[in-house]
């Protein structure tokens, strides 16, 4: 008979499952060692609980008013880069297209079938939102609800997300969403490197046709794919970076906050920065 387990660990136990459910892992295997995930690899280290207030998923605030100010990318400082030593950088090789926009870099992708993540794809997703945004998200890849539905941010992470962007006074619409790769790895694991190299091209021109003020990057795997460092995200979240002459900043991906909410004061904390830079402003409280 196989013992029974404490109600805390098993309530412990369900949360955890429940969050890897809405990531789409739903097989588990036991290992015989055990292993050591590099936090760098998976999600960011937890951050310390710090004083700060709290946001919570229904309480962030609203923002209203919508005026741009300019963008000023010579004070930004750039990451040192760490560039993969077996090739150009990403920037180098992707090649300028005449008159780009959305729709030739959709059609150009067609059925795609350049890396091994095509072959347990439902549907490709290429991006949603504003082709005119200011603000354009870049997340890790599509898991199983936007691999179903061929939009990105759709499960509960993405729910969240939405949430995040309207605390930011703006709707989902008026931001632009995609992702580093454009189809849904086996299992939700991190992309891998040729898998990046191949579908990031893609996701360059999408942004430089977008040409947005800010870029935020969800997660450690846009953070390093477009500032081309292995460093890790806590090294440089909530940091202004300069990017292509645009600003570029990192924070920790929406499922992470799932797992670990008190990180969504930081998260916050860096929306607000977006929101400062964007003209974006918190309504007054009324007295
Ligand atoms: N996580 C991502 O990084 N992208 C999505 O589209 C959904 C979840």
Same mark, same amino acid.
Request: hydrophobic letters at 35%; charged letters at 25%; glycine letters at 6%.
């Given at each position: 008979?196989?013992?029974?387990?404490?109600?805390?660990?098993?309530?412990?136990?369900?949360?955890?499952?429940?969050?890897?459910?809405?990531?789409?892992?739903?097989?588990?295997?036991?290992?015989?060692?055990?292993?050591?995930?590099?936090?760098?690899?998976?999600?960011?280290?937890? *951050?310390?609980?710090?004083? %700060?207030?709290? =946001?919570?998923?229904? +309480? &962030?605030?609203?923002?209203?008013? @919508? $005026?741009?100010?300019?963008?000023?990318?010579?004070?930004? *400082?750039?990451?040192?880069? %760490?560039?993969? =030593?077996?090739?150009? +950088? &990403?920037?180098?090789?992707?090649? @300028? $297209?005449?008159?780009?926009?959305?729709?030739?870099?959709?059609?150009?992708?067609?059925?795609?079938?350049?890396?091994?993540?095509?072959?347990?794809?439902?549907?490709?997703?290429?991006?949603?939102?504003?082709?005119?945004?200011?603000?354009?998200?870049?997340?890790?890849?599509?898991?199983?609800?936007?691999?179903?539905?061929?939009?990105?941010?759709?499960?509960?992470?993405?729910?969240?997300?939405?949430?995040?962007?309207?605390?930011?006074?703006?709707?989902?619409?008026?931001?632009?969403?995609?992702?580093?790769?454009?189809?849904?790895?086996?299992?939700?694991?991190?992309?891998?490197?040729?898998?990046?190299?191949?579908?990031?091209?893609?996701?360059?021109?999408?942004?430089?046709?977008?040409?947005?003020?800010?870029?935020?990057?969800?997660?450690?795997?846009?953070?390093?794919?477009?500032?081309?460092?292995?460093?890790?995200?806590?090294?440089?979240?909530?940091?202004?970076?300069?990017?292509?002459?645009?600003?570029?900043?990192?924070?920790?991906?929406?499922?992470?906050?799932?797992?670990?909410?008190?990180?969504?004061?930081?998260?916050?904390?860096?929306?607000?920065?977006?929101?400062?830079?964007?003209?974006?402003?918190?309504?007054?409280?009324?007295?």
């Amino acid at each position: 008979m196989p013992e029974s387990i404490p109600e805390s660990l098993q309530t412990k136990i369900e949360e955890r499952l429940r969050y890897y459910e809405d990531l789409g892992i739903r097989l588990f295997y036991r290992d015989r060692e055990p292993s050591l995930v590099s936090p760098e690899n998976s999600s960011p280290a937890i *951050p310390q609980a710090s004083s %700060v207030s709290i =946001p919570e998923e229904s +309480s &962030l605030p609203k923002a209203k008013a @919508k $005026v741009a100010v300019p963008v000023v990318a010579a004070s930004v *400082p750039r990451i040192a880069p %760490v560039i993969a =030593p077996s090739g150009p +950088s &990403l920037f180098e090789v992707v090649e @300028k $297209v005449q008159d780009d926009s959305l729709l030739k870099i959709r059609e150009d992708l067609g059925e795609c079938t350049r890396c091994k993540l095509h072959k347990g794809r439902n549907k490709l997703v290429f991006g949603d939102g504003s082709p005119k945004a200011q603000l354009v998200f870049v997340g890790e890849g599509p898991g199983a609800d936007e691999d179903a539905q061929g939009l990105p941010f759709v499960g509960r992470a993405g729910k969240l997300l939405t949430q995040m962007i309207e605390a930011m006074g703006l709707q989902r619409k008026d931001a632009y969403i995609c992702n580093v790769v454009k189809c849904r790895p086996p299992e939700n694991r991190t992309p891998e490197p040729d898998e990046v190299k191949t579908c990031s091209p893609y996701l360059l021109r999408q942004i430089d046709v977008i040409n947005p003020k800010v870029i935020v990057c969800l997660g450690a795997v846009a953070a390093k794919t477009l500032l081309e460092t292995t460093r890790g995200i806590s090294q440089y979240r909530g940091e202004w970076q300069e990017w292509r002459g645009r600003k570029l900043l990192a924070t920790y991906h929406p499922a992470y906050l799932l797992r670990n909410p008190p990180a969504k004061a930081d998260v916050w904390k860096d929306l607000q920065k977006v929101m400062a830079e964007l003209g974006l402003q918190l309504p007054k409280k009324k007295s």
